[in-house]
């Protein structure tokens, strides 16, 4: 078997994912009856990554409507799924939730369909 140089080791480890440098470790702990405290260093950062990446819930507030209602009033009824009236109750009470409890992506997409429609919007 030829014999890797450092630099492509390191080339081959910029390649790998985070879990898969970190199963590389355990099996070099394994076959060679060490321990890297350097492995606790590697999963440190993906963990706080994950933390990092926002709120798993949030809420869709519209804060005005803007200059043209009857757009509001369309998009928020195909958001939400209410009637007409409904729909226009809810955007005449504005500041109000349209949406509560949702992913972020989910509430980046109403916030984009509300904003073409002229309205204000804020994800909390």
Request: net charge negative; aromatic share 2%.
């Amino acid at each position: 078997m030829a014999k890797l140089t450092k630099e492509e080791i390191i080339a081959s480890l910029k390649e790998m994912t985070v879990v898969e440098v970190f199963d590389l470790v355990k099996a070099i702990e394994d076959e060679f009856g060490v321990t890297a405290a350097a492995a606790v260093a590697v999963a440190g950062p993906a963990a706080a990554a994950e933390e990092n990446e926002g709120p798993a819930e949030v809420n869709l507030i519209l804060k005005s409507v803007g200059a043209s209602k009857v757009p509001v009033i369309k998009a928020v009824q195909a958001i939400t799924g209410l009637g007409l009236m409904d729909a226009k109750k809810l955007v005449d009470g504005a500041p109000c939730a349209i949406k509560e409890k949702i992913s972020p992506t989910e509430a980046e997409e109403h916030k984009k369909v509300l904003v073409e429609a002229g309205a204000e919007v804020e994800i909390k």
